[in-house]
């Protein structure tokens, strides 16, 4: 069974950075499927952060969360492992963030595969 473990959340100050990684075991292997992050506020809905076509081509970054700029993903496939560097950080940036994966859907809350998350805190 596919599994997906975030770490690398924390508290941080507004305007720092914080690394966080989506290791992939259980049959998920990169290359063969997509990987998304997605955030969740307190009251708010499950946004995506960044989306990775299972090819692993160009990584996108999409509305309303809007990172682009801020936010970088990269991989490790020999740790099967997915990065997401987030640079500049904002208070509004406090959120749960989750990995998700999936064989087809892209970028997609219904993503088969999700972690148990990572709390990430950033303070004024």
């Known amino acids: 069974q596919g599994q997906l473990v975030e770490t690398g959340g924390g508290l941080v100050q507004s305007g720092g950075s914080l690394r966080l990684s989506c290791a992939a075991s259980?049959?998920?292997?990169?290359?063969?499927?997509?990987i998304s992050w997605f955030r969740q506020a307190p009251g708010g809905e499950r946004e995506a952060v960044a989306c990775l076509p299972a090819n692993l081509a160009e990584t996108h970054y999409p509305d309303p969360v809007s990172m682009e700029g801020r936010a970088t993903v990269s991989i490790d496939k020999a740790k099967n492992t997915v990065y997401l560097q987030m640079n500049d950080l904002k208070p509004e940036d406090t959120a749960i963030y989750y990995c998700?994966?999936?064989?087809?859907?892209?970028?997609?809350?219904?993503?088969?595969?999700w972690g148990r998350g990572t709390q990430v805190t950033v303070s004024a």
């Open positions: 259980g049959g998920i292997i990169l290359g063969y499927y997509t």
């Open positions: 998700a994966a999936d064989r087809y859907a892209y970028c997609s809350i219904r993503s088969q595969y």
